[in-house]
């Protein structure tokens, strides 16, 4: 079932241009009140920190996910609520506002009221001068686009300019920038191809194509997910309006003209939900809607009694077209937005071959026109995936990765010979292609321009990488510490190439188990001392020196039942030199830290 969204934006260009003034503006001294209103770009992902990163509530927020679309509750309007409806202060601390100043509670040199509220503002506190935006049109300039301020004071897209700047004598004007427009529309679908959806593209001038076929279900629904969308939007500071339906032409007439925020259209229901609408929706040209005019059609429910030829007689092929479409009788194709075009190589072959100097030899050819590629671009390969087609259909593939990114034709041939084995060319291999689906920026380096020895370390890339050739599927890594009091979360994998980060000066075992073992059979003495004999892995072990506790708390940040976790670690020395890392859960008096168990964590030397 085919699920498409039609995302419209109607005031882009008022909306663009006064978001640019915001962010190239310096703050004013006293905005305070205003600055708290004024919503910051931020990125779409509340799953990836709690903390807000911009202005307003963040995306997680209970209120925001299931909450109303509008702007923030303000703090009249919290106090007006019930006391067991009001918000906890949990909540009210994810707003992202400006401190108030130390000293405003104490009153200022003119006498005024220190602890007076600021006024309520207005659209004319947030946008200051009424704002418009002109595009020549023959011989005349048009409004193409007004800020709130100017459409409250009368001004409304499609007026002249003249007559706009004598209704209005203070008046704003900027010209329309329809390429700043469009590069920001082609922004929004390549964040919506990154973060939403696979396939998204540009719809006219003013809105997106999103086929979520598929994809809601990860956001919790259609619904949960166009409140997310149109919550994202306006922290960028757009309005915006979504319907989702099975055809992309009712979800396009149904977003612009069906006068609601979010629309949510069954599949199967876009012929009547489309009636009622005017037949500009359909997307006509402006003689079809002249003609359709001059009929008495002014509605797309006059279309269905008519017949297919005379309608398409009267109001163009094309008329046809989009109705059939938006019913769901003819398929529109969205072409989607494509971010990155991957650099490849084919050779189409003669005649079969099925020998490795054969197949070695094409992907010799293939590696030389990749490096061409990755050279014009200024880029280095990280993933290469080499197809070889079959006689009999079948597609046999070989996939390299780099531990850097890298344009060397002789070091990428050598990769490839080493798995050259693994294809079975079968009846014979007819056609050979290379695609680099993963490349990094590859720039010059400065070198040492001393005629000194270059004592400079050596290359440790083409080593890694023709170590990963030869033990896959497992592949060389570092270790490095992580920010974690948990011991088990605190040493992490990392690249090869990558460098580590510093480790903390405690002392730790060199041998650390993957998941604590319990012990048995321990005798210890409570609360602060190590145990005196323990059985672990069925090995009975008498302590002759220890030295601890070494408390570590639970990170109750992470997870609530780690709320009062302790952990009490001590090193030990047994009989016969053995020297062991272990733990006691608990701090010996409060129950609600650990049940006083014990577990083997680590072994020293």
Same mark, same amino acid.
């Given at each position: ?83 067991? &409806? ?505 129950? &609600? ?13």
């Amino acid at each position: 079932m085919t699920r498409v969204a039609s995302l419209y934006l109607p005031q882009l260009p008022i909306e663009r241009l006064r978001q640019a003034e915001r962010l190239s503006r310096p703050p004013e001294p006293g905005a305070f009140s205003i600055a708290r209103h004024l919503p910051a770009p931020v990125d779409d992902n509340p799953g990836a920190c709690s903390v807000p990163r911009g202005g307003g509530w963040r995306p997680g927020a209970r209120w925001a996910r299931d909450g109303a679309l509008g702007s923030w509750p303000s703090q009249s309007e919290i106090d007006a609520l019930p006391a067991h &409806q009001r918000p906890t202060m949990r909540e009210l601390g994810r707003r992202s506002e400006h401190a108030e100043h130390p000293f405003r509670a104490l009153g200022s040199d003119d006498g005024g009221d220190a602890g007076a509220t600021p006024p309520s503002l207005s659209w004319a506190d947030l946008w200051g001068r009424p704002t418009i935006i002109i595009a020549r049109t023959g011989q005349r300039d048009i409004v193409t686009a007004a800020c709130p301020v100017a459409l409250d004071l009368g001004l409304r897209p499609g007026m002249a300019a003249a007559h706009a700047r004598a209704l209005v004598t203070d008046l704003d004007v900027h010209d329309a920038q329809p390429d700043a427009d469009r590069a920001w529309l082609d922004r929004l679908a390549l964040h919506a191809v990154a973060h939403w959806t696979p396939t998204a593209s540009v719809s006219g001038k003013d809105g997106l194509w999103l086929d979520l076929t598929g994809t809601t279900h990860l956001f919790g629904g259609e619904e949960r997910f166009c409140r997310r969308l149109l919550r994202f939007l306006q922290r960028l500071g757009m309005t915006a309006s979504i319907c989702v339906a099975g055809t992309p032409g009712a979800a396009h007439a149904l977003a612009r003209y069906g006068g609601e925020t979010i629309s949510l259209l069954p599949t199967g229901a876009e012929t009547q939900a489309i009636a009622s609408l005017p037949l500009a929706a359909l997307r006509l040209d402006p003689q079809a809607l002249v003609s359709a005019a001059r009929f008495g059609i002014e509605r797309i429910a006059d279309l269905y009694p008519m017949p297919r030829g005379p309608l398409a007689r009267r109001l163009g092929l094309a008329a046809v077209e989009r109705l059939d479409q938006a019913r769901g009788a003819r398929p529109e194709p969205i072409i989607a937005v494509v971010p990155f075009t991957a650099p490849r190589a084919a050779r189409g072959l003669l005649e079969p071959i099925g020998t490795a100097e054969a197949i070695n030899q094409v992907i010799s050819d293939l590696v030389d026109d990749i490096a061409a590629q990755l050279l014009a671009r200024g880029a280095g390969l990280r993933t290469g995936i080499l197809a070889c087609g079959i006689v009999d259909g079948s597609e046999q593939r070989v996939a390299i990765g780099t531990a850097r990114a890298t344009r060397d034709a002789r070091h990428l041939k050598r990769m490839f010979a080493m798995r050259v084995e693994r294809i079975d060319p079968g009846l014979g291999i007819e056609a050979m292609s290379l695609v680099a689906p993963r490349i990094e920026d590859l720039r010059a380096e400065a070198i040492n321009a001393s005629f000194a020895i270059d004592d400079r370390p050596a290359d440790l890339a083409p080593v890694i990488d023709q170590l990963v050739g030869r033990i896959e599927p497992d592949t060389p890594f570092r270790l490095s510490s992580r920010e974690s009091d948990v011991p088990e979360r605190a040493v992490g994998r990392i690249g090869a190439l990558e460098a580590p980060i510093g480790w903390p000066r405690w002392q730790r075992p060199v041998r650390m188990l993957g998941r604590p073992e319990l012990l048995s059979n321990v005798v210890a003495l409570l609360p602060d001392h190590p145990p005196r004999r323990f059985t672990w892995r069925r090995t009975d072990y008498r302590v002759v020196a220890g030295d601890g506790p070494e408390r570590i708390h639970g990170e109750w940040w992470r997870s609530a039942r780690e709320m009062w976790a302790i952990r009490d670690y001590f090193r030990v020395e047994a009989q016969g030199g053995a020297r062991f890392w272990l733990f006691r859960r608990g701090d010996g008096f409060d129950e &609600q830290t650990g049940n006083l168990s014990w577990f083997m964590h680590g072994i020293f030397g």
